[in-house]
């Protein structure tokens, strides 16, 4: 397959925990990433390679991955992550770069 | 610290060819440790990635663009450049450039700019 699944949205009370998450074949052989993204901003990259933090990026950010699933979690979700999120990884031919449709998360 | 700043025409008529540049500040282009991007987005849509480029000249595209796409590399002015042809308006988006390394598409973006395809 060369589709990566989100669900389209995904609410969570203020200082509760969320998982988002992203399904597709290539995750089988390839790591994901995760863009978050503001409206009106480009997208930030939050989780890379599974589940490494780009510098900046609060450790309320956590990734994971099992099987066919790459998972982003958000430990005690804050105000100012309510947001876009989408999930990237390669391809099964690993030359080519796919994207999940996006997450809506929403903060309660 | 690195900046991205894509530039090109707002406003494209259709069937015609859509130039964009991307020039990279605070970083070299020739890093060999780095693949530069373009991504696009709709209007109240996802992501999309069009292609990448290394700074030896290899590139990637999408297969669904890969006829009408073409991304090119100027390391004397340490750009980059998206041309795409045969627009229509599905092309309509917001594109950015991006740097990235083999096994993360980007860790840094352009702030985007938007192109409409309307006669």
């Known amino acids: 397959s060369s589709e990566l699944t989100q669900d389209p949205a995904v609410s969570v009370a203020l200082g509760q925990t969320v998982r988002i998450t992203c399904q597709g074949d290539?995750?089988?052989?390839?790591?994901a990433s995760w863009y978050q993204q503001k409206p009106g901003q480009a997208p930030v990259l939050v989780i890379h390679?599974?589940?490494n933090r780009p510098s900046g990026i609060p450790d309320r950010f956590s990734g994971s991955s099992s099987g066919n699933t790459a998972s982003l979690t958000i430990t005690g979700a804050q105000a100012e992550d309510e947001a876009d999120y989408y999930c990237?990884?390669?391809?099964?031919?690993?030359?080519?770069?796919?994207f999940g449709g996006g997450t809506k998360l929403t903060v309660l | 610290q690195l900046q991205l700043q894509e530039s090109g025409p707002g406003l494209v008529k259709p069937s015609e060819t859509l130039s964009l540049t991307c020039t990279v500040s605070?970083?070299?282009?020739?890093?060999?440790?780095?693949?530069w991007g373009w991504i696009r987005q709709p209007p109240g849509k996802g992501l999309e990635w069009i292609g990448s480029?290394?700074?030896?000249?290899?590139?990637y595209y999408n297969p669904s663009l890969k006829s009408r796409v073409t991304i090119s590399v100027d390391t004397a002015k340490n750009q980059f450049s998206l041309k795409v042809n045969s627009l229509t308006a599905a092309d309509t988006a917001v594109y950015f450039c991006?740097?990235?390394?083999?096994?993360?598409?980007?860790?840094?973006w352009g702030q985007g700019t938007l192109v409409t395809v309307s006669s």
């Open positions: 390679d599974k589940n």
């Open positions: 605070g970083g070299s282009i020739s890093s060999s440790s780095y693949y």
């Open positions: 480029i290394h700074y030896t000249g290899s590139t």
């Open positions: 991006a740097r990235g390394e083999w096994l993360v598409l980007s860790d840094s």
């Open positions: 990237n990884s390669r391809d099964n031919s690993g030359y080519h770069w796919l």
């Open positions: 290539s995750l089988r052989g390839n790591y």
